[in-house]
């Protein structure tokens, strides 16, 4: 049975180090593991992943021992708890607004005493019942992640309230959702956006959790880092790309000219 890296993190007193994957590349968590990387977050709630790719995807994850956090479309019960029979490490939940709405969560994904899921035994999470053991929903509910995303301003004002919840490991700020009804910027050194970073990490070190965000740049991770965060988000995949193939354009361009590039299908068109 699996433990949890960002878990250990945490709960040492150290830095989980998380980036994230948006599409199905069978690669990329061999390659996270390998350059240090303690867990992916896989955002199933904006990219579609069909159940088969899910299943390897998760597979992947357990061959490349990192955690994987996968970030659902759905709350349902059994969809959340299927995902961790299926190897998930941890979920991460969006807009978790209220107290009440943790406490459903927990519920889903925690075995009794702590929550009600359901127990199978039977999946990649088990070892396939090759290590059968009675301490299993012990070790899961040990072992399993439980982040919730902090996206609104309720949130925010009810942040120790969620935090008190036991079960709930991490609290997560989403910047782009959050700064979109705060109506400022998303980055870290935004005046509102801080004192938000404060209001959590206040909440998360009262309670014992952690908390943390994604961030553009190692100056950011380092800012959010010297106030208590310990779940850093740092690297995907698109972004990675994109920045590649922008640096790779420039280069092109730069040695054989803006004509010596193959126009697009489109660029052929006349109207």
């Not at 009810?158 to 109506?183: E, K, M, Q, T, Y």
Request: a negative charge; aromatic letters at 8%.
């Amino acid at each position: 049975m699996k433990h949890s890296k960002v878990l250990a993190k945490i709960r040492a007193g150290e830095v989980a180090r998380i980036c994230a994957l948006g599409h199905f590349l069978p690669f990329f968590p061999k390659l996270a593991a390998h350059f240090g990387y303690d867990g992916v977050w896989v955002d199933a709630e904006h990219r579609a992943f069909d159940s088969r790719e899910a299943q390897a995807l998760l597979a992947f994850h357990h061959n490349a021992d990192i955690d994987c956090i996968w970030r659902p479309p759905t709350t349902e019960k059994t969809a959340l708890y299927r995902l961790l029979e299926d190897g998930a490490t941890g979920l991460m939940i969006p807009h978790v607004s209220t107290a009440e709405q943790a406490k459903t969560l927990v519920a889903a994904v925690k075995f009794p005493p702590l929550g009600e899921r359901g127990l199978d035994g039977a999946g990649l999470d088990a070892d396939f019942m090759t290590h059968a053991s009675p301490s299993f929903p012990e070790h899961a509910n040990r072992e399993t992640l439980l982040v919730v995303q902090i996206e609104t301003p309720v949130a925010v004002a009810n942040a120790s309230a969620i935090a008190a919840i036991p079960g709930v490991d991490v609290l997560f700020i989403g910047p782009g959702d959050l700064s979109l009804r705060l109506g400022c910027c998303p980055a870290p050194s935004d005046p509102q956006m801080m004192s938000v970073h404060k209001k959590v990490a206040q909440a998360a070190e009262m309670h014992g959790k952690a908390w943390g965000r994604p961030v553009g740049s190692i100056a950011e991770a380092q800012s959010i880092q010297e106030l208590g965060a310990r779940f850093i988000v740092l690297g995907d995949d698109f972004g990675a790309i994109y920045s590649h193939l922008a640096s790779t354009s420039a280069d092109l361009e730069a040695a054989f000219g803006v004509s010596s590039i193959v126009p697009n299908e489109a660029s052929l068109v006349t109207p």
